[in-house]
């Protein structure tokens, strides 16, 4: 290899490396540079096997399989980054306030002033309470509303709205189905910096309503409205602003 | 749930994270396992070493501000690949290794005995050339990959690509021509 270009341009051109100029130059030359003319044949020659012998290989599906199972285990399922310790200490006070008023005898009654609800105070707090207990909360961990709200299909006879608050300061972390007074409902779980606000959500036959007066119970709070044929009803340890501006986004 | 838990690449990563990984970086699967096939010369360690190279890179995914992600993976893999090697065949790094192959055995007809030969002939010259040298044939040839990323995936400057390629591909003629008396003697 002598000429000039067999040593420069030629794996440029080969390569389809080179500027329009450079290319119809150097074409130019191959016209009149037999030498060029075979080196090049050469390496077409050459690139063509290599790209023809099938000496690509693939990845195994094994591999695919290993790959997955390792990014699972790198992967954080939400329940366990976003519920820390100090829930455990929630749990175990409100344990400790459950016991010391379970010798009243609960009435049904309504859970705030001027609204019915087919599900009694007790029984919601009581329901909020056991989901806070490890492996309760939620039955599908997904901050994805469009992962959440299919996985309702099938297990309850209505569809719950399903929205994602976490641009507004609510993530949603999961829902899991739960049981109030004797019925089926739909929890949807957010978070509020380190609160845990479980919405319930059922069928209602009544009018809608306004979010109503917040009802206040062994420390617990809650947000009761109805709004297109779905009662809700908003609980948390999380101030009552808190679970009124996450009532608010949902009555929307 | 602030934002205090983003930003340091050895965090654990979330759910969002696992699927912006699967839908940039995962779909390099083959280009990240051929690499390693080629710069390891065998497929049960470059699956071990392709496994290693993909997890690392989901580790340091938050420190992927977007571009080209196959470049991105490929360099990862590239790194993962030499380590190995320093490790396990730190020889390999320093002088040519002729690795004796054993061909695969062909029980079909003469076309595809040619075929297949000629496929054996040209892995054996590839694997005879230094991991460097092969490095940039596999990423051109094979993976089709521009000067620019082949650049950035081997940390060789840019002006620098054309002319280990140029060496790349006169060693594999000459690998190639050679091959074939050794073959020859081997058939016998």
Same mark, same amino acid.
């Given at each position: ?30 016209? @009149?540079?037999?030498?060029?003319? !075979? +080196? ?8 063509? #096997? /290599? =790209?023809?012998?099938? %000496? ?57 002033? @001027?609204?019915?609800?087919?599900? !009694? +105070? ?8 056991? #989901? /806070? =207990?490890?492996?309760? %909360? ?115 | ?188």
């Amino acid at each position: 290899m002598s000429c000039d270009y067999t040593r420069t341009v030629l794996y440029g051109y080969l390569d389809g490396e080179l500027d329009a100029t450079r290319s119809a130059e150097f074409e130019h030359h191959l016209e @009149g540079c037999r030498e060029c003319a !075979t +080196a090049l044949g050469s390496e077409e020659s050459l690139r063509s #096997s /290599l =790209q023809r012998s099938g %000496l690509y290989e693939s990845a195994p599906v094994s591999l695919r399989k290993k790959i997955r199972v390792g990014l699972d285990s790198a992967t954080a399922s939400p329940t366990i980054i976003r519920i820390p310790a100090w829930r455990w200490l929630a749990v175990a006070a409100t344990i400790l306030v459950v016991a010391s008023v379970s010798w009243f005898a609960w009435e049904r009654r309504t859970i705030d002033s @001027g609204s019915t609800a087919p599900f !009694t +105070a007790a029984e919601m707090i009581d329901a909020h309470v056991r #989901s /806070l =207990q490890p492996g309760h %909360l939620t039955d599908v961990a997904s901050t994805d509303q469009h992962t959440v709200k299919p996985w309702f299909d099938g297990k309850l006879a209505f569809v719950p709205p399903v929205k994602d608050f976490s641009d507004e300061g609510f993530p949603l972390i999961g829902a899991r189905l739960d049981v109030l007074g004797g019925q089926n409902v739909a929890a949807l779980v957010y978070t509020r910096r380190k609160h845990i606000i479980n919405v319930f959500v059922m069928p209602t036959k009544e009018p809608d309503t306004p979010i109503h007066e917040p009802g206040l119970r062994q420390g617990y709070q809650w947000r009761h409205w109805r709004r297109q044929g779905m009662e809700y009803c908003a609980v948390s340890d999380a101030s009552d602003s808190d679970i009124y501006e996450l009532a608010q986004l949902i009555y929307q | 749930m602030s934002g205090s838990d983003q930003g340091k690449v050895t965090d654990v990563l979330d759910a969002q994270d696992r699927a912006r990984f699967e839908q940039l970086v995962l779909p390099h699967l083959d280009a990240a396992f051929n690499l390693a096939r080629w710069l390891l010369k065998s497929r049960a360690d470059s699956e071990d070493v392709a496994q290693e190279a993909m997890l690392r890179a989901y580790r340091f995914f938050r420190g992927f501000h977007g571009g080209d992600a196959r470049a991105w993976l490929l360099q990862i893999v590239r790194n993962t690949c030499y380590t190995w090697l320093e490790k396990n065949r730190p020889v390999e790094l320093m002088t040519e290794f002729d690795e004796e192959l054993h061909p695969q055995p062909s029980a079909s007809p003469e076309a595809l005995a040619i075929a297949g030969n000629n496929r054996e002939r040209l892995t054996r010259a590839l694997e005879t050339l230094p991991p460097r040298f092969r490095e940039v044939l596999v990423l051109r040839e094979l993976e089709g990959c521009s000067y620019k990323e082949i650049a950035s995936i081997t940390a060789i400057p840019i002006g620098t690509v054309m002319s280990a390629l140029a060496r790349a591909r006169q060693r594999l003629q000459r690998a190639l021509t050679h091959a074939s008396p050794q073959e020859a003697a081997r058939e016998l």
